[in-house]
């Protein structure tokens, strides 16, 4: 096949993408409301263990949408699941910055797992995904600074104002540039 029938066919299998943005929305809305109601200290470790529940949740999405989130046969969406991989190897930062700076954490998680979306961008020929990782990671940098003392909050709320804005690019996009 060629990189335009790979391409077409990642858009078929994947139906829009959504259920990840979709899940990304309920976790990171779920995090913003518990920070609302824990100490900052026990916050953290609310968003280090809640964006581990992203992925299976849009896995529970997807099969209600009939996206194939996961596909052994198209190189595309093979390299989908190597950026994953890709952002998950920012663990390595974000438990060091854990265990000596907490207060980055929500930075650093915010901004890391966003970085996927370039990529989205690039298979699918629409600058979706370079727009939400450039907009999340500006708007996460202004939030974590003027919002310190609620950074988890901020951040949150700026996560879920990018998906959302993502998620309608996505359903309202014309799919004929593939």
């Not at 077409?8 to 995090?31: D, H, K, T």
């Not at 194939?68 to 046969?73: D, F, Q």
């Not at 949150?156 to 799919?175: A, D, F, G, K």
């Amino acid at each position: 096949m060629t990189l335009d029938e790979y391409r077409i066919e990642f858009e078929q299998s994947s139906n829009r993408s959504i259920s990840m943005p979709v899940a990304g929305i309920i976790i990171w809305g779920l995090v913003g409301l518990l920070s609302t109601q824990f100490s900052a200290n026990i916050s953290i470790y609310i968003l280090l263990f809640a964006t581990g529940g992203i992925f299976p949740i849009a896995l529970v999405i997807a099969k209600f949408r009939n996206e194939n989130l996961v596909s052994s046969s198209n190189p595309l969406a093979k390299l989908m699941g190597l950026c994953i991989v890709m952002v998950n190897l920012l663990w390595a930062v974000h438990i060091p910055l854990l265990l000596n700076a907490p207060e980055f954490v929500p930075l650093s998680l915010g901004v890391g797992l966003g970085l996927h979306w370039v990529v989205y961008s690039w298979i699918v020929k629409h600058p979706v995904g370079l727009i939400h990782a450039v907009l999340r990671s500006i708007l996460i940098v202004a939030a974590w600074y003027l919002f310190p003392n609620i950074s988890i909050l901020a951040i949150s709320c700026v996560i879920v104002l990018t998906y959302l804005i993502s998620i309608y690019q996505m359903l309202t996009r014309n799919m004929t540039n593939t």
